[in-house]
């Protein structure tokens, strides 16, 4: 159906400004591959792989099939004292690829979920250790760890929080890593790793021992790319350990190959005790997440329960482990696997950011950053914050390409399967329309 005949009065679209939405609507009809087609027949070029879901890119048969397949045998299963066989061959499916000892897998629906049920599994584990005083989190300014109460209470871009802070949980926020002097550059920065220190200062001024976990996502995705210092994740692991405090990382942007290893953990060579993934893990085909621990934070719990005939850990949701988001799940690992697509990104990775920072000297740039497949675009600022983001983002639907803005900069992070001409075609685009002088 066109936009122009589509009655836009009942949905409530989520991080939009739906007054403008209705007045001058953007919308999707069909994908394949690195392109969407708009209900006008309009190609739209994917460059942040929808919100960086779809690596393995849209349209996959060998996905949509097992979908199919698990529908017709087992559509619904509670997990509530119940199972399915597909989630335990999930579990270990993970656990082949996840960082070494992460290997206990707790499933959900989305990433926020995940980063909920992490704060939950490291409360009980505390508490299961006779430290229920534990139960401070750190996280980090202009870090995101999605939109429940507690990743809510976890993030650091103030929007996200303003509105809500009656309901929050207590945490405290380390700084950002970005400083002036990293301005336009390409992979880790050499300077910034003493940051990390701002984690041992926070354990001396509240006290080690009422703080359960630190939150990190190894590259700050959403507010646009922000790459860890050289020795900075090194240093928050070790002042951690120090403390006892659990490392938690947040990949949901970051996991399945964005960084051209499995995960960014194993890519900077830091082992969290908890790690939350979501997006790419069905390629966005099925909404499904995952926290994964050790085997110590599980057996803590389990053991704490005793001989109690009750659930160790009083949490879960009604589509956890879902069979056909399983299946779809399985159905992307096998296409992860196959076609060797976490190696595609590492060895696509050093033209993709070639050619993003061939945009630096282009009026509406101010600074360029990338690791992996994705990379970061901040851009001039216009007389009210995100402003000119809204503008921009526009403007590149406007001329055939998709890309994720916050506030004032843009997230591009193609998929592994675009091809040297696509992502030419893509920084063209980006190009042209960074190079206009005004924006309106």
Known sequence: MPAAQTNFAHHWMPFTNNRLFRETPQMFARAEGV?????????????????????????????????HAQLMTLDYTPHFQRGAPISFTLAERLAEILPEGL???????????????????????????????????????????????????????????????????????????????????????ETGAELADDLEEICRTFGADTIAGVFVEPIAGS?????????????????????????????VITGFGRTGSAFAGQEFSVTPDVMTMAKALTNGAVPMSAVATTAKIQDAIFAAAGEADRPELFHGYTYSAHPVACAAALATLDVYRDEKLFD???????????????????????????????????????????????????????AGLHVKATGDALIVAPAFVATDGELEQMTDILRRVLGRAELH
């Open 35 to 67: 392109h969407y087609v708009t209900p006008e027949g309009d190609t739209i070029l994917d460059g942040s792989s929808g919100l960086f879901c779809t690596p393995a890119g849209h349209g996959r048969r060998e996905i949509a099939d097992a979908v």
């Open 103 to 189: 290997d206990r897998v707790f499933f959900a629906s989305s990433g926020s979920e995940a980063v909920d049920s992490a704060m939950k599994i490291c409360l009980t584990y505390h508490r299961a250790r006779g430290e229920g005083q534990r139960s401070r989190f750190v996280s980090r300014n202009w870090g995101y760890h999605g939109v429940n109460l507690g990743g809510t209470s976890l993030a650091g871009m103030v929007n996200n929080r303003r509105e809500f802070s009656g309901v929050t949980c207590d945490v405290v926020h380390m700084r950002h890593t970005w400083t002036e002097e990293q301005r336009y550059t390409c992979g880790q920065p």
């Open 223 to 251: 507010i646009g790319t922000i790459v860890p210092p050289k020795g900075y994740l090194e240093r928050l692991r070790a002042i951690a350990d120090k403390y006892g405090l659990l490392l938690i990382f947040d990949e």
């Open 344 to 398: 595609r990104a590492r060895d696509l990775s050093p033209r993709f950011l070639d050619l993003i920072f061939g945009l630096r000297n282009l009026p509406q740039v101010v600074d360029l950053r990338g690791y992996g497949m994705m990379a970061g675009i901040q851009l001039a600022p216009a007389d009210k914050p995100g402003l000119k983001g809204s503008l921009v983002q526009r403007a590149l639907f406007d």
